[in-house]
């Protein structure tokens, strides 16, 4: 590790003379940007809060004040009960658990079969399920909501439920297929060696070796559905089934009307919250696995 | 792998997930392609025209405009994210800077929160009445420059770009991160003894070693900004005055709209744009895989 300084043009500067304002001057240059960007991440989200718990009338009169008269929580529970934003939570934490839940699996047991199997059509299915890889969603809007109409899908939760299983199978499959692939055979062949049947295989061994890989694209999968918007947009219509991300966009839209700014704050810091202390609990996780497979190796 | 009667499982655990994507994505996919092809208000019957909402969309001067807008995007966020996803991966890299981790973590940070939640929070930095910068310039005596930020012709395209730099360059960072971390470590102790310098060991090992990585991130970033949409349409609605129009929200509006299955709204010749960004997504996808695979550099 003694390279390190090198790169920064410390080591060699600080065998000179004046090198210890060198160095000093080297780490403030290296600090100086990642200390900007990160202030702003940190700034933005502590000035939400702040207005938050403001009423319109403090937001109106200085967006950087601090709440004078203490912080005014009841906005939140304005935006769970006038705002609606019970029902939102409510429904993408249930759209979202159902999904993910449904999604993995089924791409799991596909996986399973694709990375472990061979029979003549393997191959031929395998890159048909990843051919979705290279659709952008805004080719599928218009045919789903017309198909969705035709099967009285359109405007429920059950349709989006349906489409946020179906979208992530692709990468999901593709990611875990190579994970199946991966995983020993010894196991298996004892288990079937000791009467196990071909569907106990799966559950009983290879499921559970498999967590790892499940559980990351569990998350990965969570997070998407969870922030997905364009989607949820042409499929719901009802404000009752709004999702939290939909439940802000548009209160959001509604603002040069209503100019309720401390609601749609409340609202958007449930939204940000939400997947941020989900983050701050397995930051590690999260950022392999939104990352996983952008890279080969 | 011999067993008998191994194979029952195949088609059970195959069909939900063939059966559920072939009817909501493959088929919805393949009938776009068809409904591209139509003239439909989303009233009566669809007409079948051919290839004329296509001879049209070439001499459309909003669909120049918004491919327009997709390029520069394309190209000047494109350079900005990924320098300063570079610099900053080479900062955290191998160590050298105390609180690393906690730098990562947080820079990540926009990477995990809904894109709907980064819109409006910017939206609200703009905000003319209420906004922060505009409170920031009145506060210390420049309030002259206070102005519509999102309001402004000339101005909305860069701000948006930047909104877009702000919340993609953790994600890019921790991808350059992954790739400087599989790097030989003894080349640069050889470089070290040497006595290369920082910035020539940058040009000359770490540059040429990150090629295929760099190729990689330039094709994943070309698809996600051609696909961006949330920011875009929940910040300006591609307004004011289509100045902020990108192909992603020109394809909503025109194919579905505010006022969804109107009269104005005209389904086939949106989705000819759908259709498009596909073409391009599909080709930008390919042309990055064949090009970030091939190893050229040998040490």
């Known amino acids: 590790m003694t390279t390190l300084e090198n790169t920064k043009g410390v080591y060699v500067a600080s065998h000179r003379p004046g090198g210890i304002l060198l160095t000093l001057l080297g780490r403030l240059v290296a600090y100086l940007p990642l200390i900007l960007w990160s202030a702003t991440n940190i700034f933005l989200l502590g000035w939400l809060l702040l207005n938050a718990l403001k009423t319109n009338q403090q937001i109106f009169a200085n967006p950087w004040a601090l709440p004078k008269d203490g912080p005014h929580w009841e906005n939140f529970a304005r935006a769970w009960q006038v705002g609606k934003f019970g029902y939102f939570v409510f429904n993408s934490v249930y759209i979202t658990a159902v999904s993910v839940t449904l999604t993995v699996l089924i791409s799991a047991m596909a996986a399973y079969v694709l990375g472990r199997f061979e029979f003549r059509l393997n191959r031929p299915i395998y890159y048909y399920l990843l051919s979705g890889l290279m659709v952008p969603y805004q080719l599928l809007l218009v045919p789903l909501v017309l198909q969705f109409t035709a099967m009285k899908l359109y405007d429920t939760p059950i349709g989006l439920i349906l489409v946020y299983i179906t979208m992530p199978i692709p990468f999901t499959v593709f990611f875990l297929a190579a994970f199946f692939g991966s995983l020993p055979t010894e196991l298996e062949e004892a288990a079937a060696l000791d009467g196990c049947s071909e569907f106990g295989i799966f559950w009983r061994i290879m499921f559970p070796l498999a967590s790892p890989g499940l559980i990351t694209m569990g998350v990965y999968n969570a997070l998407w559905a969870f922030n997905e918007y364009i989607l949820s947009l042409v499929l719901i219509e009802s404000s009752q089934y709004r999702t939290l991300p939909l439940g802000v966009a548009y209160l959001n839209s509604a603002m040069q009307f209503t100019a309720d700014w401390s609601l749609l704050f409340a609202g958007l810091i449930m939204l940000i919250v939400a997947t941020l202390s989900f983050y701050a609990l397995m930051s590690g996780r999260i950022q392999s696995g939104l990352t996983v497979g952008a890279l080969k190796g | ?299």
């Not at chain 2, 004329?52 to 000047?76: C, M, P, Q, S, V």
């Open chain 2, 1 to 299: 792998m011999g067993r008998r009667g191994r194979n029952i499982v195949i088609l059970p655990f195959l069909a939900p997930a063939v059966i559920l994507y072939t009817v909501f994505f493959i088929y919805p996919a393949l009938r776009a392609f068809y409904i591209s092809l139509t003239d439909w208000s989303g009233y009566g019957a669809a007409k079948f025209v051919g290839l004329k909402n296509f001879a049209e969309l070439f001499r459309d001067k909003d669909f120049y405009g918004a491919l327009r807008h997709n390029i520069y995007l394309l190209i000047f966020g494109g350079i900005v994210t990924l320098s300063l996803a570079f610099l900053f991966a080479v900062l955290l890299w191998q160590g050298r800077i105390r609180g690393a981790g906690f730098f990562r973590t947080l820079l990540f940070s926009p990477s995990v929160v809904a894109p709907v939640a980064i819109a409006v929070t910017w939206t609200f930095v703009f905000s003319p009445r209420i906004g922060l910068l505009n409170g920031l310039l009145r506060s210390t005596g420049l309030g002259n420059l206070a102005r519509p930020w999102l309001g402004d012709l000339k101005l909305v395209l860069s701000l948006l770009m930047i909104v877009g730099i702000w919340s993609a360059v953790g994600y890019y960072m921790v991808l350059f991160l992954a790739g400087l971390q599989r790097l030989p470590q003894d080349l640069y102790d050889a470089a070290k003894v040497d006595g290369a310098g920082p910035v020539a060991t940058f040009f000359t090992i770490t540059l040429p070693l990150m090629r295929d990585v760099l190729v990689t991130l330039i094709g994943l970033y070309t698809i996600g900004s051609f696909r961006t949409f949330d920011l875009i349409w929940i910040m300006t609605g591609g307004g004011p005055a289509n100045a902020s129009e990108t192909l992603a929200t020109y394809m909503y509006r025109t194919a579905l709209g505010v006022v969804r299955f109107s009269s104005v709204q005209r389904i086939g010749y949106g989705t000819a744009v759908a259709v498009i960004l596909f073409l391009i997504v599909f080709v930008a996808t390919i042309l990055s895989q064949r090009l970030g695979g091939r190893q050229e550099v040998e040490y």
